[in-house]
């Protein structure tokens, strides 16, 4: 169940850098320490909201994973995107639109609850916020049009290979949390779970990584790039 922890208070807060508020300076920051967004926490599973509810909130991710789901008019379901630390999300409020997907932590979240209503008026007394918007919103934009380069271009191992090289970059090959179940993987990839179960155990026979439950480490980057990535599509 949701639990308020409290307000936040962006000067000092740990993932301001990855905020959209990381352009404001100090003296900016002080100015609108009025505004505090709550601080809530979700439980693995939990909805954080659903497509087609009023979009009254925006939400930056704190800590943990979350993942946005589009539900088709026949119930079907689909992973459209993974969410990490620092993310925004939920703010289809701002074209007037409500939420255009369910957001569903795949572990226990922390989040700053921003109300709409009051990040308007900031975004319009501060260029820097629209600006850090405008950025993410790109951001989303590039990542989508990747999504779908992917899976019209990319074969169904290039496609799981790139997916896991994304996930475990920067971590020196060491292991990282990896929530998604393999339906879950395949699902956000378009492949179905004996095409992911059948890479993944392959891979690991090859030595190219390892698996526990909720985790993934590469142990090979180089080599799995070479076996499954022609022309550099890795």
């Not at 459209?80 to 957001?103: C, I, K, M, P, W």
């Not at 030595?207 to 022309?231: H, M, P, T, W, Y």
Request: charged share 25%; aromatic share 8%.
């Amino acid at each position: 169940m949701s639990n308020l922890k409290g307000r936040g208070h962006c000067q000092s807060c740990q993932i301001r850098h990855l905020s959209i508020f990381a352009q404001l300076p100090m003296d900016r920051l002080i100015e609108i320490q009025a505004f505090q967004p709550s601080v809530v926490t979700y439980a693995a599973d939990e909805t954080v909201y659903y497509q087609g509810d009023a979009s009254l909130n925006a939400f930056t991710l704190r800590k943990g994973l979350v993942k946005l789901i589009k539900t088709l008019p026949n119930g079907r379901t689909q992973i459209v995107r993974v969410l990490r630390t620092g993310d925004l999300f939920g703010f289809d409020g701002f074209a007037g639109e409500s939420y255009n997907h369910t957001a569903i932590p795949l572990s226990e979240i922390e989040v700053c609850r921003l109300p709409l209503a009051e990040l308007t008026e900031l975004k319009k007394q501060n260029a820097e916020i629209e600006n850090t918007m405008m950025k993410r919103w790109i951001q989303h934009l590039r990542e989508a049009e990747d999504m779908m380069l992917e899976l019209g271009a990319k074969k169904a191992a290039e496609r799981l290979a790139s997916f896991l090289i994304r996930w475990c970059e920067n971590n020196n090959g060491g292991w990282v949390p990896l929530p998604l179940s393999r339906a879950e993987v395949g699902e956000l990839l378009g492949l179905t779970i004996e095409t992911v179960s059948r890479f993944l155990s392959d891979w690991k026979r090859q030595g190219f990584l390892n698996e526990q439950r909720g985790s993934i480490q590469l142990e090979n980057v180089d080599g799995l790039r070479k076996a499954v990535c022609a022309n550099g599509s890795c």
